[in-house]
C-alpha cells in the first residue's frame, strides 16, 4: 500500500486504535495472586509493580502498532479492530519479556532500558528473571483468551511460539 494513498480518515482511525491499545495496555495489567506462592513473598517485595514497569515505561511499541495497522488496513468495524488488542499486547509482552531476560547480568547485563533502569538493577536479578518469566506466559494468556475463533487461537498460539522461541534461535 503506497502511504501517500492514505486518507486522513484512515490516518485518523490508525491513531484512533494506537490510542486506544495504549487505553487497553494500562488496563491489561495482571494482578498475580502472591498470597498463593508458596513460599510466601516478603510483603515488601515489589513484584506486581516491577511486573508491570518495563511495559508502562514506554517503547515504540513496533510490533503492535504494525500488528494494527494490518488489522486496519483490512477491517473496518471498530468492534473487530479492538478484537485485536489483546493479540497487540501479546507482542508486545513477549518482546518486552526477551528485553528484560537480555538485560540481566548474565546475559548483557545492561543498566538502562528505554531510558530507565533495568529491572534487575532496581530491584534484583531474581525478580528480573520472574517478572519475564510471567511476561512470557502471559503473552499466550492473552491470546487464548481473546474473543476470537478457537482455531485461530491455536494458529496465533503456535505462530507466537514458534517464532518467539527456540524457532527464533535459528
Given at each position: 500500500?503506497?502511504?501517500?494513498?492514505m486518507?486522513?480518515?484512515?490516518?485518523?482511525?490508525?491513531?484512533?486504535?494506537?490510542?486506544?491499545f495504549?487505553?487497553?495496555?494500562?488496563?491489561?495489567?495482571?494482578?498475580?495472586?502472591?498470597?498463593?506462592?508458596?513460599?510466601?513473598f516478603?510483603?515488601?517485595f515489589?513484584f506486581?509493580?516491577?511486573?508491570w514497569?518495563?511495559?508502562?515505561?514506554?517503547?515504540k511499541?513496533f510490533?503492535?502498532?504494525?500488528?494494527?495497522a494490518?488489522?486496519c488496513a483490512?477491517?473496518?468495524?471498530?468492534?473487530?479492530?479492538?478484537q485485536?488488542?489483546?493479540i497487540a499486547?501479546?507482542?508486545?509482552?513477549?518482546?518486552?519479556?526477551?528485553?528484560?531476560?537480555?538485560?540481566?547480568?548474565?546475559?548483557?547485563?545492561s543498566?538502562?532500558?528505554?531510558?530507565?533502569?533495568?529491572?534487575?538493577?532496581?530491584?534484583?536479578?531474581?525478580?528480573?528473571t520472574l517478572?519475564?518469566?510471567g511476561l512470557?506466559?502471559y503473552a499466550?494468556e492473552?491470546?487464548?483468551?481473546?474473543?476470537l475463533?478457537?482455531?485461530?487461537?491455536?494458529?496465533?498460539?503456535?505462530?507466537?511460539?514458534?517464532c518467539?522461541?527456540?524457532?527464533?534461535?535459528?
Amino acid at each position: 500500500m503506497d502511504l501517500s494513498s492514505m486518507s486522513a480518515c484512515d490516518l485518523r482511525l490508525f491513531n484512533e486504535v494506537c490510542a486506544a491499545f495504549e487505553a487497553y495496555l494500562v488496563a491489561s495489567k495482571p494482578k498475580p495472586k502472591l498470597q498463593d506462592f508458596d513460599p510466601p513473598f516478603d510483603p515488601s517485595f515489589k513484584f506486581e509493580t516491577a511486573l508491570w514497569e518495563m511495559l508502562l515505561n514506554g517503547g515504540k511499541r513496533f510490533r503492535p502498532k504494525l500488528l494494527l495497522a494490518v488489522v486496519c488496513a483490512f477491517v473496518r468495524s471498530s468492534k473487530r479492530i479492538q478484537q485485536a488488542h489483546p493479540i497487540a499486547l501479546a507482542l508486545e509482552v513477549l518482546h518486552t519479556y526477551s528485553l528484560i531476560h537480555d538485560d540481566l547480568p548474565c546475559m548483557d547485563n545492561s543498566p538502562l532500558r528505554r531510558g530507565h533502569p533495568t529491572l534487575h538493577t532496581t530491584y534484583n536479578e531474581t525478580t528480573a528473571t520472574l517478572v519475564g518469566d510471567g511476561l512470557n506466559t502471559y503473552a499466550f494468556e492473552l491470546i487464548v483468551s481473546a474473543k476470537l475463533s478457537s482455531p485461530l487461537k491455536v494458529r496465533l498460539v503456535a505462530t507466537l511460539a514458534q517464532c518467539g522461541g527456540l524457532g527464533a534461535w535459528c
